[in-house]
Structures are given as structure tokens and as C-alpha cells.
């Protein structure tokens, strides 16, 4: 029997209210009923299927493609849980790796120890990188990917003191615009400016030749379309993504003006 009112699953899933009535109203977590209040209440079997709905959007799955998943009529939940748990595994044992790199490169710039550069890069998938090449190239030209190639194999030459040093303005230049974004600065405001220049110069620098104004105006809009972007920028704060892409075209346009 159904018990659990739209509230209180909201509550039990951590998701919001207007996300139970979204998926409601798209027919992808459908109420067990609807009392004469109009209130809605769901059962366990909808609370497995939310479940799994909880899962697929971790992953990235589009809700459109996780309907299709769960509406199947061979969907089995132990299957799927199942196949979520071995994919998690793997992501942990990476995650685990990708902590271990940062605490070498930490180690490395507080002059604890010297970090080898096979060290460097353990826990980033190669394949990723190759994925993120051709979607370069089918999207910005064979140029766009021939750049980024380019910039790594730049990148991957350099002395691993290099190395790290770089990384570390990097993580510096964001964290400064993450305090900006924070404090309520525009994003369009020239007070961004001396972090911007530091950004736009580490471009340069990662490229190895200059970047134009219409270059970076372009780079904000390949940091807006591609989901691992987004994903890494808004782990740094909620909206960074938009602030920053935001902030570099308004830095292209006024570098256009003064140039």
C-alpha cells in the first residue's frame, strides 16, 4: 500500500519536490496513486524505480534515455544494480588513484619530495582524452584537436617542477574567481581583469603561441559545451561554469576594444 507522500520521498531521496513533480509530469517516475486531496503517494516499487533513476543520473544518462532503460520490459533491478556497483568500483579505484596523484603533487610544490613525471597523470583515463580529441574535432575542426595535441604533448615535455608549478597558478587563477563569484562580482566586470590576464597568459603558455581575443571568446564556449568542463568547473563551485565562460567573452570583447 502506498505511503510515502511527494514530500516525504523528496526528503528520503535528497531531490526536490519540483524535480518529483518534473518526472511526474514526463511520465519517468509516475505516482503509485493520487488521493481525492490530490496529493501524491508513492510505494516501494516507485521508490526502487527513483532509485534507479538516482543511479543513471550519476552516470550522465539523459532522462530520455533512462526511461527508455527502465520501461523495457526485460529490466531486471538486480541486473542493474548490479552493473552499477561494478562501474562504481572502478570509478572509486580511479578517484582513489587520482587522490594519490594530488598528495604526490602536493608533496612535490611544499618541497616534501620530488614527484616522477609517470606519477603525474596516474588515475586520468587515456581514453578519455581521446574522446575529448575527436569531440574537438567534430565540433571546432581537425585544428581545434591538432592545438590540444599539440599543447598536451608541450605540456608533457616540461620538467615535472614545470609541471606542477603550472598546475598550481591554474588552481590558483580559479580559486581567485571562485572568491570573486562568491562575493557577487559581475562577471562582466573589469575587476576581474589581473585574474583574467593570468588565466588568458596560462592559455598562451599551455598553446605555446599567443592567444587571440577571438581564441579565448572561443575556449569559453567549448568550456560551456562540453560536459567534462562543466563538470569539473561546477564541482569548484555551483554556476562557476557560467561565471567564468561568462567573464572570459567579456574580457575578449573589452581586449577587442582596446586592441
Known amino acids: 500500500m502506498p505511503k510515502f507522500t511527494v514530500k516525504e520521498v523528496a526528503k528520503l531521496a535528497g531531490v526536490s ?144 617542477h614545470e609541471k606542477a608549478a603550472a598546475m598550481a597558478e591554474l588552481a590558483d587563477i580559479e580559486a581567485g574567481l571562485v572568491k570573486r563569484l562568491e562575493h557577487g562580482i559581475a562577471p562582466d566586470s573589469d575587476v576581474l581583469d589581473p585574474l583574467l590576464r593570468r588565466h588568458h597568459d596560462w592559455i598562451a603558455a599551455m598553446w605555446g603561441r599567443p592567444c587571440a581575443p577571438e581564441d579565448y571568446a572561443s575556449l569559453a564556449e567549448l568550456y560551456q559545451s562540453h560536459p567534462d568542463f562543466t563538470k569539473r568547473y561546477e564541482t569548484l563551485a555551483e554556476g562557476f561554469t557560467t561565471y567564468l565562460t561568462t567573464a572570459m567573452k567579456a574580457y575578449a570583447a573589452r581586449q577587442e576594444v582596446e586592441g
Do not use: C
Request: hydrophobic content about 40%.
Open 17 to 160: 519536490v519540483r524535480t518529483l513533480h518534473h518526472y511526474h509530469d514526463i511520465g519517468l517516475l509516475t505516482p503509485a496513486l493520487i488521493g481525492e486531496n490530490r496529493y501524491r503517494y508513492y510505494g516501494e516499487e516507485e521508490l526502487l524505480r527513483l532509485q534507479q533513476i538516482l543511479f543513471y543520473r550519476e552516470f550522465g544518462l539523459p532522462l530520455a534515455q533512462i526511461a527508455e532503460l527502465l520501461d523495457q520490459p526485460d529490466f531486471d533491478h538486480v541486473t542493474a544494480l548490479e552493473q552499477h556497483r561494478k562501474k562504481l568500483i572502478l570509478a572509486a579505484e580511479r578517484y582513489r588513484q587520482l587522490i594519490t596523484t594530488i598528495d604526490r603533487t602536493i608533496a612535490t610544490l611544499k618541497g616534501d619530495r620530488a614527484v616522477k613525471a609517470t606519477e603525474l597523470y596516474v588515475g586520468f583515463p587515456p581514453e578519455r582524452q581521446r574522446a575529448y580529441e575527436r569531440w574537438l574535432a567534430d565540433h571546432y575542426g581537425g585544428e581545434m584537436a591538432d592545438t590540444v595535441a599539440l599543447s598536451r604533448k608541450r605540456f608533457q615535455a616540461k620538467p615535472e
